[in-house]
C-alpha cells in the first residue's frame, strides 16, 4: 500500500498562490471523486479543506481549492497568508481503504 | 458541539499489547462509520482500520491486519483499537477519525494519543 505522492517542500510569499499536486493511480485517485486534502499545524490534528476532489467545508477559507485530472488531484491556496504554513496530506479511498499522500510542508516566505 | 477524545496510549514493550478508546460526543455515534488513522513522529498520516456504524465490517491496512483489532460500543459511544504483538514501527500518534455518511473523508479528528514501542 504506497502512499499517494506529494511534493515534499512548497514555498511562497504572501499573497501569492501555490499548488501542491498529489499523484495517485487509476485504482485509487484515477478511480473516484474521493479525494479530500488535510491541513495539519505542529502538534495538532488534521483538519479537513477540501472533500471529494473540490469540495469545500464551511468555515474554510475560500482561498482554498481543488481539482482533478486524470491520476494526479491538486490543492491551490491563493493569496497566501502567515497562518497557512503548515502541512499538507492527500488523501484517496481505494478498495476499502484510505491511502494518504506523504505530506507536503509549506513555507509562507 | 462534535468531540472525540482518544486515550489509552503509553509506552509498552516489543511483542506487548495495548487498547486505545475513542469517546465520542455530540453526534449519532452508531451512524458513523469510523477510523484509525496513525502518525509516527514526523513522519506523514497513515490509515490503520475502519469499522462500519453497526460494527459488522472492518477493514485493515495490512501493516496492522493480523495484530491489531478494531470495535466498537456503540452503548457507550466508543471506538476501540485492540493492538498486539506491539512493534517499535507502531510507535505513532494515533487519532480516530469520524467518516462523512460513507464520503470516505474524515470530517473530524480526535487530539490522538502516543503510542510509544520500547525496551
Known amino acids: 500500500q504506497s502512499a499517494l505522492t506529494q511534493p515534499a517542500s512548497v514555498s511562497g510569499s504572501p499573497g501569492q498562490s501555490i499548488t501542491i499536486s498529489c499523484t495517485g493511480t487509476?485504482?485509487?485517485?484515477?478511480?473516484?471523486?474521493?479525494v479530500s486534502w488535510y491541513q495539519q499545524h505542529p502538534g495538532k490534528a488534521p483538519k479537513l479543506m477540501i472533500s471529494?476532489?473540490?469540495n469545500r467545508p464551511s468555515g474554510v477559507s475560500n482561498r482554498f481549492s481543488g481539482s482533478k485530472s486524470g491520476n494526479t488531484a491538486s490543492l491551490t491556496i491563493s493569496g497566501l497568508q502567515a497562518e497557512d504554513e503548515a502541512d499538507y496530506y492527500c488523501?484517496?479511498?481505494?478498495?476499502?481503504?484510505?491511502?494518504f499522500g506523504g505530506g507536503t510542508r509549506l513555507t509562507v516566505l | 458541539e462534535v468531540q472525540l477524545v482518544e486515550s489509552g496510549g503509553g509506552l509498552v514493550q516489543p511483542g506487548g499489547s495495548l487498547r486505545l478508546s475513542c469517546a465520542a460526543s455530540?453526534?449519532?455515534?452508531?451512524?458513523?462509520?469510523m477510523h484509525w488513522v496513525r502518525q509516527a513522529p514526523g513522519r506523514g498520516l497513515v490509515w490503520v482500520s475502519r469499522?462500519?456504524?453497526?460494527?459488522?465490517?472492518?477493514n485493515y491496512a495490512d501493516s496492522v491486519k493480523g495484530r491489531f483489532t478494531i470495535s466498537r460500543d456503540n452503548a457507550k459511544n466508543t471506538l476501540y483499537l485492540h493492538m498486539n504483538s506491539l512493534r517499535a514501527e507502531d510507535t505513532a500518534v494515533y487519532y480516530c477519525?469520524?467518516?462523512?455518511?460513507?464520503?470516505?473523508?474524515?470530517?473530524?479528528w480526535g487530539q490522538g494519543t502516543l503510542v510509544t514501542v520500547s525496551s
Open positions: 469499522m462500519n456504524r453497526d460494527g459488522s465490517s472492518t
Open positions: 471529494e476532489v473540490s
Open positions: 455530540g453526534f449519532t455515534f452508531s451512524s458513523y462509520w
Open positions: 487509476s485504482r485509487d485517485v484515477g478511480g473516484y471523486n474521493y
Open positions: 477519525a469520524r467518516e462523512n455518511w460513507g464520503n470516505y473523508f474524515f470530517d473530524y
Open positions: 488523501s484517496s479511498y481505494t478498495s476499502s481503504s484510505i491511502k
